[in-house]
């Protein structure tokens, strides 16, 4: 097993820019997929990024594309979502989740993925 755990969210406003960790425990990082999905109140669990095992591939949705990276450094055990031109839209919880199907790249649907943090807030100020 895994565990997870998100830091790096925060108040902000319009148009700001904040820096998302994910810290993971074990010694198979490596052999995850990692994810960022985010859900605000009353809303289902929408996917944000995603990454392959070793960072050569990436994923975005629609909604963050151009304004998001997502990146990761295996020897620290560490996933990232650099979020820039924040916009009041993109006020959430934001997770990390990791995914061990070897088979798969990358997802972006929840139910695929075994391991999820706590969560971080992120919000966006109008």
């Known amino acids: 097993q895994v565990q997870l755990v998100e830091s790096g969210g925060g108040l902000v406003q319009t148009g700001g820019s904040l820096r998302l960790s994910c810290a993971a425990s074990?010694?198979?990082?490596?052999?995850?997929?990692m994810g960022w999905f985010r859900q605000a109140p009353g809303k289902e669990r929408e996917f944000v990024a995603a990454i392959s095992r070793g960072g050569g591939s990436t994923d975005y949705a629609d909604s963050v594309k151009g304004r998001f990276t997502i990146s990761r450094d295996n020897a620290k055990n560490t996933v990232y979502l650099q979020m820039n031109s924040l916009k009041f839209e993109d006020t959430a919880v934001y997770y990390c989740a990791a995914d061990p199907t070897y088979s798969r790249i990358y997802s972006n649907t929840p139910a695929e993925y075994d391991y999820w943090g706590q969560g971080t807030q992120v919000t966006v100020s109008s």
């Open positions: 074990g010694r198979t990082f490596s052999s995850y997929s």
